[in-house]
């Protein structure tokens, strides 16, 4: 019984063997789909000029700082408030 397993076994081996070959295959195929994919998507993306890429940044940087001013000042509210609450 022992005998007809390994026999079955090694029999198996060579199929398994072209499976794993074609799902390597198919593996690298699947990269190079993607990536050829994605060259042709970045081709239809409408890219902004420097101008509108300058007002976009300042646009963000604003937002940046007054969202630090804001966040500071409510850090700094709610520090006085628990310094005053403690020493009460």
């Known amino acids: 019984m022992a005998k007809a397993e390994e026999t079955k076994n090694a029999q198996q081996q060579?199929?398994?063997m072209?499976?794993?070959g074609r799902a390597i295959g198919n593996f690298f195929k699947?990269?190079?789909r993607f990536f050829?994919?994605?060259?042709h998507e970045l081709k239809k993306v409408t890219w902004p000029t420097r101008k509108e890429m300058i007002n976009y940044?300042?646009?963000v940087f604003l937002f940046m700082i007054?969202?630090?001013v804001v966040i500071g000042v409510f850090d700094?509210?709610?520090s006085a408030l628990v310094n005053l609450i403690v020493n009460l």
Do not use: Y
Request: charged share 20%.
């Open 66 to 68: 007054a969202m630090i």
């Open 57 to 59: 940044s300042l646009v």
């Open 18 to 20: 072209k499976r794993f």
């Open 76 to 78: 700094f509210g709610a």
């Open 30 to 32: 699947g990269i190079g």
């Open 36 to 39: 050829l994919n994605m060259k």
């Open 14 to 16: 060579p199929g398994r």
